[in-house]
């Protein structure tokens, strides 16, 4: 633990208390049943990420609409039906001693239902997303107030909204995908208004003393996309909106794949400078850098370099489930680390798979495709690829 003060030190987020500077970054993995509701393996899944000493885990996002939809086995909060599993699902995290958050999304034109919203028919694939009018708007803003009372309802300790990914809220933002001509499009200001409506409308649902998160766009990494002059701008508002944290993140849907954001992702720590700048613009509000901290001392020095409040672990924290309690100390064995060069987890999903790792033992793997169904000479097609 003396080697790493700062990381196993404590820190105050909007009334919570975190034991370490360690949270669980939301990490979507296909083990929700279709209908949208938690699964026994979702459940054992949340479990160990709660048991691996992270003071805080964010579960991934979760629908708040029928219209967004980002794959076909997202967690649902938009019906009070889904209650009792995300009860169930808070209780699990806390009951390891984890503080419970919940992150809420509407995928926009990333859903994968036939019929997709947008701020404007910009073409994603073969579909071209429906213009949201302004019914669709009020509707939209709603499902987020109403699931965000669910997440708190259900016990969880947070509520985290996700404008990261290039999802609807992005979407909103970016000159790149928003062409409106009338309030919610054009300049700055018009373009962060419904995001900016999304979050005082999930505000007034919670109640002022309910924390509320924010998943964070600093950057496309697009030529033509929203970058940090604009997104600075963007989280001072949400500052004076009282937002919990900012999770920086950086790239979207459109530019996960490409060459150069493949090549910067394979490097440790590769959002931290985001996250410093975003940090630097709304320096009241506590920030999250997540992206591939594979080790604590990368960990340590983002934080003491004051880049950042929190680290973010998603794959990192998947291939390695001990990974913050081997880096304070409590199991000899060595960190077993994310493989850049492998995606799998993504792949997977992409699928409409279940995710597995790569870097679990043999054991761990077979036991959880045989859970699933799998053949392992299927899985490891997907392993080879
Ligand atoms: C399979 C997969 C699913 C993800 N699901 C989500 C999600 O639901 N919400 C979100 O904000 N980010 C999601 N992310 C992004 C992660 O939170 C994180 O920012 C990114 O993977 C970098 O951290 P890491 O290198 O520790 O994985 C996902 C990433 C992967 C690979």
């Given amino acids: 633990m003396a080697d790493y003060p700062t990381l196993f030190s ?9 034991s370490n500077r360690i949270t669980m970054a939301p990490f979507y993995a296909g083990y929700a049943h279709a209908d949208g509701t938690v699964s026994p393996l979702l459940l054992d899944h949340y479990r160990e990420m709660a048991r691996s000493g992270a003071a805080m885990i964010v579960v991934e996002n979760i629908g708040v609409h029928e219209t967004g939809l980002g794959s076909p086995f997202m967690l649902r909060a938009d019906h009070d039906r889904y209650l009792p599993g995300l009860e169930r699902l808070a209780r699990t995290i806390q009951d390891e001693g984890a503080v419970a958050a919940a992150q809420i999304n509407h995928a926009g034109r990333f859903a994968y239902t036939p019929e997709r919203l947008a701020p404007s028919p910009f073409q994603t694939g073969e579909v071209v997303p429906r213009e949201m009018d302004a019914g669709d708007l009020e509707t939209v803003r709603r499902a987020y107030a109403d699931a965000a009372r669910r997440i708190r309802d259900a016990g969880f300790d947070l509520v985290e909204i996700h404008g990261g990914t290039g999802y609807l809220l992005v979407q909103f933002l970016s000159a790149r995908t928003n062409r409106r001509r009338d309030a919610y499009g054009g300049s700055l200001e018009n373009r962060m208004r419904f995001p900016l409506e999304v979050v005082e409308a999930v505000r007034e649902a919670v109640g002022p003393g309910y924390p509320v998160g924010y998943r964070f766009l600093a950057d496309e990494c697009l030529p033509d996309g929203l970058g940090v002059e604009e997104t600075a701008v963007y989280a001072v508002e949400l500052e004076k909106r009282r937002v919990a944290y900012l999770s920086v993140m950086a790239g979207t849907y459109d530019s996960f794949f490409l060459p150069d954001y ?31 901290i594979q080790d604590p001392e990368t960990a340590e020095a983002i934080l003491t370099e004051g880049k950042a409040d929190l680290i973010g672990l998603a794959r990192v924290l998947f291939a390695d489930p001990l990974w913050p309690r081997k880096a304070k100390g409590e199991s000899a064995e060595p960190i077993v680390r994310c493989e850049p060069t492998c995606s799998l987890c993504m792949k997977r999903v992409m699928k409409g798979k279940p995710a597995f790792c790569s870097q679990w033992p043999k054991e761990k793997r077979e036991a959880f495709l045989a859970r699933c169904n799998e053949s392992p000479a299927e899985a490891e097609k997907d392993l080879a690829e």
């Fill in 10 to 18: 404590p820190f105050r987020l909007n009334g919570l208390e975190l």
């Fill in 262 to 292: 493949l090549a910067r992702e394979k490097q440790q720590g590769y959002m931290a400078d985001f996250a410093a700048r975003i940090k630097k613009a709304a320096a009241g509000t506590p920030v999250i850098a997540a992206g591939r």
